[in-house]
């Protein structure tokens, strides 16, 4: 029995052996994972790539009674995995506009949990702190579902050179903030971001109050929180309210209860194509022609190339010009897509591949 015993142990003993030897191997992978993550912008946790792994490690278990034990396994190599990523991008920096508590800020700990959250006052100033390497990222609002889209961030996007590696929804709870003390009857006049202040306006014109636009919903509560004067009010979220001393005077206050934020990742590097195609933002411009939009978007659609988005700005530099954008299902690296580019190239004026990503889901703010 004492021989079996040893026996069986030996053999532990040279299984754990290989074990540790694929385990370091696979450690140095994660590594390289990690570092391409940081070069793109993505995010240490994909969920979808979890499911893949386990579902892999599983298949490959030829003892059927073993296979939830290997499953087990994965879930826990890819903790290991992630908590090792996590460490080598610690000091990762992402930039974003506002202050801690404005909804970017949310987002940004949201989805790069293990980056460092760097606070600037416009998204022009984040947008530029990663073009001249301040920042390795860049996350900004691009579209709301009540208020519509962030011109200010979309037209960075047609005149500067990052790119958009993936695009995250944040379900937005916009609440009424004050000083200890305040109430209903004593407020004359709200802070906000002009979106946040827009989001609400149905509920601020029921009170027939005074409104005033800061930069972000942080700044705001900062204001009011320095000001200390209960006749002032701020709009935005829960976190506001904690990081500066703030009570919530009324819970959820915007127009819409199904109020969400698209947020972009922005990074100097285009992200490589996977193969499940995901989206691309296509900016261009065309001829002031008649008919010369419409052609433009003839060519999209004969491609077989769905648009999900399709939006015009103004150029700044030249009055009465547009530019058009647009989000579009696909791969514009495929044959199809490469022939599309070059049709439009022919009928537009300027053509621009913002960036691609895949489908990012929901994030939560809990």
């Not at 006049?189 to 946040?196: I, K, N, R």
């Not at 199809?336 to 994030?363: F, N, P, R, W």
Request: net charge negative; hydrophobic share 35%.
């Amino acid at each position: 029995m004492n021989n079996d015993l040893e026996k069986a142990r030996e053999e532990i003993r040279r299984a754990d052996a290989e074990i540790i030897k694929n385990f370091e191997i696979r450690m140095k992978a994660a590594g390289a994972v990690a570092a391409y993550k940081k070069e793109y912008g993505l995010p240490i946790e994909d969920k979808e790539q979890e499911k893949k792994v386990t579902g892999r490690i599983a298949s490959l278990t030829e003892n059927e009674e073993l296979r939830s034990y290997s499953a087990s396994l994965a879930e826990c190599l890819m903790t290991l995995s992630k908590k090792y990523q996590s460490r080598l991008n610690e000091g990762f920096r992402v930039a974003y506009n506002g202050e801690k508590g404005a909804f970017a800020y949310i987002a940004a700990k949201k989805v790069f949990p293990e980056g460092n959250p760097v606070s600037y006052g416009s998204f022009e100033e984040a947008y530029r702190s990663v073009e001249n390497s301040e920042s390795d990222i860049a996350i900004l609002p691009i579209e709301n579902s009540y208020s519509g889209e962030v011109g200010k961030v979309i037209d960075l996007m047609y005149s500067g050179s990052l790119y958009v590696s993936g695009v995250y929804s944040l379900p937005v709870t916009q609440n009424l903030l004050g000083v200890p003390g305040t109430t209903i009857e004593s407020i004359s006049s709200v802070v906000s971001h002009p979106q946040a202040l827009k989001q609400c306006d149905n509920f601020i014109q029921s009170h027939c109050w005074n409104t005033a636009a800061a930069e972000s919903t942080a700044q705001a509560a900062k204001l009011i929180s320095a000001k200390n004067d209960i006749h002032l009010a701020s709009i935005g979220s829960a976190e506001c309210a904690e990081q500066f001393g703030l009570e919530i005077i009324r819970h959820d206050i915007s127009e819409s209860h199904e109020n969400t934020t698209k947020f972009a990742v922005f990074t100097k590097n285009q992200v490589p194509v996977s193969g499940d195609g995901g989206k691309f933002i296509l900016i261009f411009t065309v001829d002031d022609k008649a008919g010369a939009l419409v052609k433009a978007l003839n060519v999209i659609g004969r491609y077989g190339f769905n648009m999900q988005a399709l939006r015009s700005r103004p150029v700044r530099e030249k009055a009465w010009q547009y530019y058009f954008y647009t989000e579009i299902e696909g791969d514009e690296t495929s044959d199809e897509g490469k022939k599309m580019l070059e049709e439009l190239a022919s009928q537009c004026d300027t053509i621009k591949i913002a960036g691609h990503y895949s489908e990012s889901g929901v994030i939560y703010d809990n």
